[in-house]
Nanobody, 129 residues
Framework: QGQLVESGGGSVQPGGSLRLSCAAS????????MGWFRQAPGKEREGVAV????????YYADSVKGRFTISQDSAKNTVYLQMNSLKPEDTAMYYC??????????????????????WGQGTQVTVSS
């Protein structure tokens, strides 16, 4: 069983930037798709961005396209989320997620159930003036 550890959250003013990191340990070799979900108070968890670990192809939610960039460092078993032009509505707990199912990130990734993924503990991002 792998372990996912997030870091990099914090508080920032609107328009600012943050970079989240997710370090995977344990049986990392078999993770096919890794990425980020977020959950704001009173709202359901939503997909933010994922990356197919084999090809490096990224996929984004419409709400973050053009502002967020997901990347990976395969040697470090780490996935990053660079968040620019942050808005107050980006405020949420951000969770790293990874799956060994399939061969790459499926197009249906935002709607896949909780049990499809392994989860990290989360890191808080707050965007406020």
């Amino acid at each position: 069983q792998g372990q996912l550890v997030e870091s990099g959250g914090g508080s920032v003013q609107p328009g600012g930037s943050l970079r989240l990191s997710c370090a995977a340990s344990g049986y990392t070799y078999s993770y096919k798709c890794m990425g980020w979900f977020r959950q704001a108070p009173g709202k359901e968890r939503e997909g933010v961005a994922v990356i197919s670990t084999g090809s490096g192809n990224p996929y984004y939610a419409d709400s973050v396209k053009g502002r967020f960039t997901i990347s990976q460092d395969s040697a470090k078993n780490t996935v990053y989320l660079q968040m620019n032009s942050l808005k107050p509505e980006d405020t949420a707990m951000y969770y790293c997620a990874a799956t060994r199912l399939g061969s790459w990130c499926p197009s249906s990734w935002p709607g896949l159930g909780y049990n499809y993924w392994h989860w990290g503990q989360g890191t808080q991002v707050t965007v406020s003036s």
